[in-house]
């Protein structure tokens, strides 16, 4: 069973960081990319980055710049480094594991099979 574990939100002010983890277990793909997405209340959830078993990353236009994602294949874990956060980067984050689509669908909810309970990312002002 996949199981996807997020941790590393909290609050911070504007222009702060902040580091979320992404710890995976279960899953024995060969081939596999995890992403990172993101819910703000009363809004769709929208890919942030996304990274494949061989490095690839994809990063929304939004946070290209001041999120990057990054992987610890021998611990499992994915990684979202965020700077200089905003108040509109306000959400609860999740991380998903994915398979089989190509790198320009890789912020697409629907690339995506197994996911986390989320974290919650509150930036003041």
């Known amino acids: 069973q996949v199981q996807l574990v997020e941790s590393g939100g909290g609050s911070v002010q504007s222009g702060g960081s902040l580091r979320l983890s992404c710890a995976a277990s279960?899953?024995?793909?060969?081939?596999?990319?995890m992403g990172w997405f993101r819910q703000a209340p009363g809004k769709e959830r929208e890919g942030v980055a996304a990274?494949?078993?061989?490095?690839?990353?994809t990063v929304a236009d939004s946070v290209k710049g001041r999120f990057t994602i990054s992987q610890d294949n021998a611990k499992n874990t994915v990684y979202l480094q965020m700077n200089s956060l905003k108040p509109e980067d306000t959400a609860r984050y999740y991380c998903?594991?994915?398979?089989?689509?190509?790198?320009?669908?890789?912020?697409?909810?629907?690339?995506?099979?197994?996911w986390g309970q989320g974290t919650q990312v509150t930036v003041s002002s």
């Open positions: 990274i494949d078993n061989d490095g690839w990353t």
């Open positions: 998903a594991v994915g398979r089989g689509w190509d790198n320009i669908f890789r912020l697409r909810r629907y690339a995506y099979g197994y």
């Open positions: 279960g899953y024995t793909y060969s081939s596999y990319f």
